[in-house]
């Protein structure tokens, strides 16, 4: 069975800083892997997805993810953070072909501090 | 994106009553929709798969008996929550999935959640 490991319960970052969200996976397949973002009172929403190709993805609202097969991680990265980013990001893996199996992480809150 | 709506967004119910809470794909069609129960400071932890005209899959460890789901047309699943009791006080998510089962050309998209809350 997947699972995801997300280390960091809660992060703290200045406007304007960079950012990186970690994430661990375990899966013996090549894995389907999923970033979300959940605010308050909305739906979780797609960040960025990696099915296969290249292991950089670019996903909306300016965030990036590496994926790197050797160290099992798919961290998230953006590289200026906006007061707006501050939610709860969780990091996901699938199986069975694509999102019929996924599995969240714990998550990871941002709080973006002025 | 797609949207997908839930309601009630909120319900309090007493202690042995049954809810029902409604998933909706509004603005494209979902054969297949899933359940998420979600704890406070936890993950999304799926509870099942709903599947347009078909039983639902549920997954290891959730009763079936208890969390009634139904999947009568491909916009609408509901989930029913019977004789409710204060462990099952929590915040349950729906999904819908657009586009091909089993394959890399589909994306899940959420509702906003239910908080249900059994006094």
């Known amino acids: 069975a997947q699972s995801v490991t997300q280390p960091d319960i809660h992060i703290t970052v200045s406007e304007g800083a960079s950012l990186e969200l970690r994430c661990n996976y375990s899966?013996?397949?090549?894995?389907?892997l999923f970033w979300y973002v959940q605010s308050p009172g909305q739906g979780l929403q797609l960040l960025l997805k990696?099915?296969?190709?290249?292991?950089l993805v670019q996903g909306i609202k300016g965030f990036e993810a590496e994926f790197k097969r050797s160290q099992s991680s798919f961290n998230l990265r953006k590289p200026s953070v906006h007061w707006s980013d501050a939610a709860e990001y969780f990091c996901?893996?699938?199986?069975?072909?694509?999102?019929?199996?996924?599995?969240f992480g714990t998550g990871t809150k941002l709080q973006v501090i002025p | 994106g797609a949207v997908v709506s839930q309601h009630p967004s909120w319900v309090i119910c007493k202690s042995g009553t049954s809810v029902k809470i409604e998933c909706r794909s509004l603005d494209f069609q979902a054969t297949t929709m899933f359940w998420y129960r979600q704890f406070p400071k936890q993950s999304l932890m799926l509870m099942a798969t709903?599947?347009?005209?078909?039983?639902?899959?549920?997954e290891q460890g959730v009763e079936k008996d208890k969390f009634l789901i139904n999947h009568a047309s491909l916009t609408l699943s509901t989930l029913t929550v019977t004789s409710a009791h204060p462990e099952d006080s929590s915040f349950y998510i729906c999904?819908?999935?657009?586009?091909?089962?089993?394959?890399?050309?589909?994306?899940?998209?959420f509702g906003p959640g239910t908080r249900l809350t059994v006094l």
């Open positions: 899966y013996g397949a090549t894995p389907y």
């Open positions: 990696y099915f296969s190709g290249d292991t």
């Open positions: 999904s819908a999935l657009q586009g091909v089962p089993f394959s890399s050309y589909n994306e899940q998209f």
């Open positions: 996901a893996v699938g199986a069975g072909g694509g999102y019929q199996k996924v599995t």
């Open positions: 709903s599947n347009e005209g078909s039983k639902a899959t549920y």
